[in-house]
């Protein structure tokens, strides 16, 4: 038996979630055409008959741009801390790359030397991944070069199969039964942040986190037949809210529609979900307002 933890690391939206996705064979972690969909390391479990991997999305590689950028710098840490507790790294780039950036000297920085890394070439449905390979090739000493696509499911046997052998001896440390190893209330914030990301074309999704005020399981609540779901949508200024609220409430019951077909999905229950929107300002400089919403 093997088992392992391996970190998808890489620039934000190059495709670490959608490959995490593919590699699972089921929507266990939020995606988004926008940069900073992932806020947090989550670890997403994959079992076979010989192996137990688990693989840690993480957020994109975040640009700091200064020391009150608390919600930054919690999501480059995270980054940090899932590379200091992998036994193999997968850093993703996005084939079509003509040129390197200051990022990705960035990221070949803070890799260990020691650290079994796999060069990941993904989006290779739309332009060539061999020449962005090459591309990045001398910034590491790359265990294996693979090009995926993971919109297409394409290339994932080839990359389980330069991955395996690097995966250490060792019994599963999760139980098979375990996807994800969150809980289900921050699976229900991922999903309405998910919406938000995908119904508003501004920077507004950056401004907003969700808290869960209440959740309830059918059990808990004999006389309900439904999971019970009480939520906030925290934003930074009264502006955003009226955004996040729209005109006669339309766009916070678009939201919510959109979030409980996806968490009756997720779940198989039925769903009463409660949204509200409020005012922190400056949350995501806030070190106690991050705390309170799993940034830290
Ligand atoms: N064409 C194409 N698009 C892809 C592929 N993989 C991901 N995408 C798209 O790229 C965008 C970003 O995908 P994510 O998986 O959220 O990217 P990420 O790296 O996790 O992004 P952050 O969490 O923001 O760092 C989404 O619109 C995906 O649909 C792919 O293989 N091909
Ligand atoms: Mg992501």
Known sequence: MKCGIVS????????????????LKTPAVIISP??????????????????????????????????????????NDSILDSIEN???????????????????????????SSLPVI????????????????LYENL????????????????IENLMSALLPLIPEGEAI???EILMDTTE??????IIREKILVSFH??????VAVEIDEYKSPEEYPDRKKLYIRASLITETEGQKKILIGSGGEMIKKIGAMSRKSIEDATGLGVFLDLWVKVVPGWRKNQTALKRLGYS
């Open 140 to 155: 590491h000493d790359f265990k294996a070069k693979i090009s995926v696509s993971a919109k297409l499911n394409r290339g």
């Open 202 to 207: 501004d920077e507004v999704p950056h401004c």
């Open 185 to 190: 209330k921050f699976m229900a914030a991922e």
């Open 86 to 112: 992998s036994d193999v790294v997968l850093w993703l780039v996005e084939a079509g790359a003509k040129k390197l950036q200051p990022d990705d000297y960035e990221l070949a920085k803070i890799l260990p």
């Open 174 to 176: 999760y139980d098979p």
């Open 8 to 23: 998808l690391i890489g620039r934000p939206n190059v495709g670490k979630s959608s490959l995490i996705n593919s590699l």
């Open 34 to 75: 926008k940069p900073q969909t992932t806020r947090n390391s989550i670890r997403c479990i994959y079992n076979d008959d010989n192996a137990q991997i688990i693989f840690t999305d993480t957020p994109g590689l975040y640009k700091i741009k200064n020391s009150k950028d608390k919600l930054g710098i919690f999501l």
């Open 119 to 134: 060069l990941v070439a993904n989006k290779a449905d739309r332009a060539d991944p061999e020449r962005t390979l090459k």
